[in-house]
């Protein structure tokens, strides 16, 4: 337990995790470096705790740089990575949230969430999540920001997904959610 409080966990990206995925990732193959990007939102009980050892309130609608005390976060959103090829899980961020995500700041999420892991070395090949509105309206934001990067450099659109940071991502819809979906 003592060893825990010694590594910071706070809402947005961790970026200890950051730093020990690049020393790891150094040690890759590169067919182990290709991974998928999960994220999921889930509901929380809105209340307030306080943790003495890093003198911090939690239960605020928290992004890491942007936090606003006046709204209780009642939604986590989570994201984390999978190897594809070696089996490696791996958390590297959460968001307290009041209410769903809003598709701007779930845009904005996923962006820095993949510029973070492709600085690592890490190759993300697709992001996961189920259905939801706001994740459908974000990937679909995405996809039409690569479309109009497209027209503006007039080069043909043949990314499959979207496009960020020189990198093409594909979106997959997560399977057992989608099964739910048709029963």
């Not at 947005?12 to 998928?36: A, F």
């Not at 510029?115 to 996809?143: C, F, H, K, R």
């Amino acid at each position: 337990m003592c060893l825990l409080r010694k590594v910071p966990f706070g809402p947005g990206i961790n970026y200890h995790i950051i730093e020990h995925l690049k020393k790891i990732v150094d040690r890759l193959s590169p067919m182990d470096r290709y991974c998928t990007l999960m994220f999921d939102e889930m509901s929380l009980e809105a209340g307030l705790q306080y943790d003495k050892h890093t003198d911090y309130v939690f239960g605020l609608e928290d992004f890491g740089v942007e936090r606003n005390p006046s709204s209780f976060a009642d939604h986590v959103l989570t994201f984390m990575i999978r190897g594809i090829r070696k089996k490696y899980k791996q958390p590297i961020c959460f968001y307290f949230i009041k209410g769903t995500t809003k598709t701007h700041q779930l845009v904005e999420c996923i962006k820095e969430v993949v510029q973070n892991i492709l600085s690592t070395g890490l190759n993300i090949v697709a992001t996961v999540s189920d259905q939801g509105s706001t994740n459908v309206a974000a990937i679909n934001v995405l996809m039409e920001k690569t479309h109009q990067y497209c027209l503006e450099k007039k080069i043909e659109n043949q990314y499959n997904g979207y496009f960020i940071h020189d990198h093409d991502i594909i979106h997959i819809y997560d399977p057992p959610h989608l099964l739910k979906s048709i029963c």
